[in-house]
């Protein structure tokens, strides 16, 4: 008998090694990603360009804080095999669940509009023609592509997308920086009195530890384990534990290192350049990429801009993403990417309304720099009761069975809600300073 090379088939290592990848980088990797979002890129921007490199410790100090709390939700997701929402509907009073939903919705939603009309500025910049009809074109492309492709498919797409991030080491590259000055900013943290600093530690704090990202991994974990064939809660099946702790905590430490690299990048591009020139006013991120063009040339420009385009495209999907979970599992309603659009009306609405609803943003009256301004805020006050409830729901046996959360992730949980819980003090302090 002739033997069939068909079978017996084993993967080639190169493909089996792949495979591996994919499976442990998924939603810690497009969360850390979709944290620089235009919004993100305004705010290292600003950072950079008002304090040089004096501020870039931030990066480094929030780290372990975003990591952990990360690690913590999706924890939370695989374990329980419910997001975030559902878990508080589930054991806590209603309450507390409602209110910070409501907040979530229009954060979200103002960040939505914002980084639509970060990205019709940044195309307009590129090649010309009309702000507004690219604002409402990437609008309807966000929310098709969640509505209509696959889960399977889209997840691809958004780990395809982390790619374009790269554009921002890219910047970092035809710059000149005086490595000494960023290894003193970056490793020896400095401090002023000066009220500009502290709202813009505060800034940076509420840009790398922000309510979307907490509920998108938690859920985005449940969606992983209805998708792959074998996976189930670990509260069902607690010999998938060690394992699966393992590639959620390889997933997320990777995935926001990845996030702050690209933060650090921007802020040590903008650091090197715009602040010696003293251009210290950034307020969007096409703002930063338009005055870089003097500074550091037209290719610095070109890949900056191009770097908004492709975090837009990955962030706007996630915000809408977040949201509806959230939503939906607050109300009890069916969620999920997985499900077809007929079977989950609701949770598809959701992402389409808040799509577009911040598109049209845009064209309103309202003023986005500050509207984006109050959706720091609302994140900011909203974050904080949120990662308390998580805290005692990863120590409670009878939510997380065998995997209640200890340790030294539980210990940087605390102290990253402590420090988020400070952050939204001292805002409140100098913003009824400045009012008086």
Not at 34 to 61: E, R
Not at 351 to 373: E, R
Request: aromatic share 10%; hydrophobic share 50%; with cysteine.
């Amino acid at each position: 008998m002739s033997h069939d090379p068909r079978r017996n088939h084993q993967p080639a290592p190169a493909k089996a090694g792949k495979r591996r990848v994919v499976m442990i980088l998924g939603p810690g990797l497009i969360t850390g990603a979709s944290d620089d979002d235009p919004s993100g890129i305004a705010t290292y921007s600003q950072a950079g360009a008002q304090l040089g490199f004096s501020v870039t410790w931030t990066l480094l100090f929030s780290y372990p804080l975003m990591a952990a709390i990360q690690e913590i939700s999706a924890r939370i997701g695989r374990t329980t095999g419910r997001g975030i929402a559902a878990n508080i509907r589930n054991h806590y009073s209603g309450w507390i669940l409602q209110p910070i939903v409501a907040l979530l919705l229009v954060a979200n939603t103002i960040n939505i509009g914002a980084d639509l009309g970060a990205m019709g500025d940044a195309l307009g910049l590129l090649v010309g023609g009309p702000r507004l009809f690219y604002v409402m074109l990437f609008g309807v492309v966000c929310a098709a592509l969640q509505i209509w492709v696959p889960y399977k498919r889209y997840a691809s797409v958004l780990r395809w997308l982390t790619l374009s991030l790269f554009t921002y080491f890219g910047t970092v590259l035809v710059v000149r920086i005086p490595w000494g000055e960023l290894a003193r900013g970056f490793f020896v943290p400095t401090f002023t009195a000066d009220a500009g600093f502290w709202t813009t530690v505060v800034a940076i704090l509420g840009t790398t530890i922000s309510p979307y990202l907490f509920f998108w991994q938690a859920s985005q974990e449940v969606e992983e384990t209805h998708r792959i064939r074998g996976r189930k809660p670990l509260v069902r099946a607690p010999e998938q534990g060690p394992g699966e702790l393992g590639r959620i905590r390889l997933d997320t430490y990777i995935g926001m290192a990845f996030s702050n690299l690209v933060g650090l990048a921007i802020m040590v591009t903008t650091a090197a350049t715009l602040h010696p020139a003293g251009v210290t006013n950034i307020e969007t991120s096409t703002q930063a990429a338009q005055a870089l063009r003097p500074v550091a040339g037209d290719f610095a420009f070109t890949i900056f801009t191009l770097g908004i385009l492709g975090t837009g495209l990955l962030a706007v999907p996630v915000l809408a993403g977040s949201a509806a979970y959230a939503l939906a599992e607050a109300r009890g309603w069916p969620e999920g990417l997985a499900h077809k659009p007929k079977a989950a009306v609701a949770f598809y609405a959701t992402i389409a309304v808040s799509t577009m609803v911040g598109a049209l943003i845009n064209f309103s009256p309202i003023d986005p720099i500050k509207a984006l301004y109050w959706s720091a805020v609302i994140n900011g006050v909203a974050a904080v009761p949120v990662m308390a409830i998580m805290m005692m729901m990863t120590a409670n046996r009878r939510i997380m069975g065998e995997f209640v959360v200890s340790g030294i992730v539980k210990t940087i949980g605390w102290v990253a809600t402590g420090v988020m819980g400070a952050a939204v003090v001292g805002m409140v302090m100098a913003m009824a300073a400045g009012a008086a």
